[in-house]
């Protein structure tokens, strides 16, 4: 009795951990530069999260940025520093 849309979110929710870990012996493997943005107080995505990142992705392809008092709608509340930081990983590979 939901949107569409949200059935999709809450199915993709329910599959998210289990399809995680069926890759966590890859993460070290990836060799394109990554960008993980996390606010704080996201209640949608755990903030342990970024934790999980700097522990499987390779140091040299990770960039983590960690905002204070921020929550999940990061795109749209802090659209001009995501569309910066985006950029700027283009421009230097």
């Known amino acids: 009795m939901v949107p569409g849309a949200m059935g999709v979110a809450g199915d993709e929710k329910f599959s998210h951990v289990a399809e995680l870990e069926k890759l966590k012996d890859v993460w070290r493997q990836v060799k394109v530069p990554t960008l993980h943005i996390h606010g704080t107080k ?5 903030f342990e999260n970024v934790n999980f990142s700097v522990k499987q ?21 802090r659209y001009s520093l995501v569309r910066k930081e985006l950029l700027k990983q283009i421009a230097s590979n």
């Open 57 to 77: 992705f390779n140091p040299h392809v990770l960039d983590t940025i960690v905002l204070q008092k921020e929550n999940h709608f990061l795109p749209w509340k």
């Open 42 to 46: 996201d209640i949608v995505v755990p």
